[in-house]
């Protein structure tokens, strides 16, 4: 393979689907289970959680939750909203046009490859819920290793290349977030490419440095021009 990707790494969040829709589904299970207890429909209960997440709340919503509905958490712990959210089985999508380009990468023969990090039962959830077997070999979600192997640990990235047998500069990781995404495969020498999409949690946060994709399309064109049928 001469001029090509060998192989194109992806993150899930944020990046083969919008976070904010991984959020939604949670919230709306925690909303109904808490619903009859709270003495409130489960709709009020969901524009509460939603309103605290489009203020900014990250970490302490169903907290800020339970204090709003004191009955409910007579009933329910923040612990048992949390095991819920995890655990559920998210309604979520690949982004429009992602699944054409995912099929196009591998019908020109590139390796795929998953690295993710995240609560390791919400991200196997993920994971079957979009489906990504049908074109990822290797999905490698840090969280199986604990929280030490999380970005910026180079550790998921050195194992996904050895598993797939690429080496650099024929390795590129396409994902979103400056702050812990790109540091390990530009470290090791990857290529790397932001996704960068209204909707986002980091949408705002600016890098130099990392080459931007503004939409899927764009993203594709840039993946496809330089994964040529020669891979
Ligand atoms: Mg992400």
């Known amino acids: 393979m001469v001029n090509g990707l060998a192989a194109v790494v992806f993150d899930i969040d944020d990046t083969l689907y919008l976070e904010r829709d991984y959020v939604r589904s949670g919230f709306g299970v925690v909303s109904r289970a808490i619903a009859p207890d709270a003495g ?25 939750l339970l204090r709003e509905y004191p009955e409910a958490a007579s009933r329910w712990s923040v612990r048992d909203l949390v095991a819920l959210y995890r655990g559920h089985e998210p309604d979520i999508a690949l982004l429009p046009h992602m699944e054409p380009l995912l099929d196009e990468l591998k019908g020109r023969g590139a390796s795929l490859a998953i690295v993710s990090d995240g609560n390791l039962a919400s991200q196997v959830a993920k994971v079957t819920a979009l489906g990504l077997d049908r074109w990822f070999e290797e999905i490698c979600l840090t969280d199986a290793w604990g929280r030490d192997y999380w970005k910026p640990s180079t550790r998921a990235f ?7 047998g690429a080496e ?10 400056p702050h812990k995404d790109f540091l390990a ?4 020498g990857w290529g790397v490419t932001r996704l960068r999409l209204p909707g986002q949690l980091h949408v705002e946060v600016n890098c130099e440095n990392v080459p931007e994709a503004s939409s899927v399309e764009q ?13």
């Open 40 to 64: 409130a429909p489960p709709l009020s209960v969901f524009e509460t959680l939603w309103g605290l997440f489009e203020s900014g709340a990250r970490g302490d919503h169903f907290d800020s």
């Open 158 to 164: 050195r194992h996904v290349a050895a598993t797939l």
């Open 168 to 177: 650099p500069p024929n390795l590129v990781y396409v994902a979103d977030n």
């Open 185 to 188: 495969p530009l470290h090791l």
């Open 219 to 231: 993203l594709s064109d840039y993946l496809l021009a330089h994964s040529g049928p020669g891979l």
